[in-house]
């Protein structure tokens, strides 16, 4: 089965420039998650998405980013205006319905840097 | 809210060694719990998943185990080589809201 996609796989960009990112999850998964990862810290949760509502977007920081899933299959996650603090691994990844045997699946991410 | 603690933050040992990472988790209210290898510069790639009614999983050389009760897992990796050389992350999957919570992860360096 094919894998999550998302580009761009780089993005450098200068502060409060605007950036977007796209991800296309695994066929048939229904739940889709934005991540965040900073260097040497463990990804944190952006947004959640079951099929096309929003299930948990609490640290989602609503003056600036924003993401959408369009017909409950691929998303983009969109920052405007950009800060330096945004300087991450934005990671997309999905999973089947909830369940204990539904793994998350990863993309490769979009290592974005801000200067 | 969920806790993931991950313990060393760095560990290195000489190829063949076998070792073990650790992971602990303050809610035991999870659906199931998952072990991730991370290569610089790339995505997360999934190593085991162990359900909440398990208490281990095996693939090859790596054996995880579950104890819900006490909020800890362990990854096993037998016979260390050059190549498992990663950052190895568990992540937990609450009942309330689905969420996965994340560990910051272990830096594994295997010297040849």
């Known amino acids: 089965e094919a894998g999550v996609a998302q580009s761009p796989r780089y993005k450098i960009i200068e502060k409060r420039q605007s950036v977007a990112f796209w991800c296309n999850p695994i066929?048939?998964?229904?739940?889709l998650y934005w991540y965040q990862q900073i260097l040497g810290q463990g990804p944190k949760l952006l947004i959640q998405?079951?099929?096309?509502?929003?299930?948990?977007d609490s640290q989602l920081p609503k003056d600036r980013f924003s993401a959408e899933r369009l017909k409950g299959v691929d998303s983009t996650l969109k920052i405007q205006p950009a800060k330096l603090e945004d300087s991450a691994v934005y990671l997309c990844?999905?999973?089947?319905?909830?369940?204990?045997?539904?793994?998350?699946?990863f993309g490769n991410g979009t290592r974005l840097t801000v200067t | 809210k969920q806790e993931v603690t991950q313990i060393p933050a760095a560990l290195s040992v000489p190829e063949g060694e076998n070792l073990v990472l650790n992971c602990s988790f303050t809610?035991?209210?999870?659906?199931?719990l998952q072990w991730f290898r991370q290569d610089p510069g790339k995505g997360l790639t999934s190593l085991l998943l162990?359900?909440?009614?398990?208490r281990e999983q095996t693939s090859g050389r790596l054996n995880a185990s579950l104890d819900k009760s006490s909020g800890r897992s362990t990854l096993y990796i037998a016979a260390s080589q050059p190549g498992d050389s990663a950052t190895y992350l568990c992540?937990?999957?609450?009942?309330?809201?689905?969420?996965?919570?994340f560990g910051t992860g272990t830096s594994l360096t295997v010297i040849p």
């Open positions: 162990i359900q909440s009614s398990q």
């Open positions: 992540a937990v999957r609450q009942y309330t809201g689905n969420q996965f919570y």
């Open positions: 809610d035991s209210a999870i659906y199931n």
């Open positions: 998405f079951q099929n096309n509502g929003v299930v948990d």
């Open positions: 990844a999905s999973s089947l319905e909830p369940g204990q045997y539904s793994p998350l699946h």
């Open positions: 066929s048939g998964h229904a739940t």
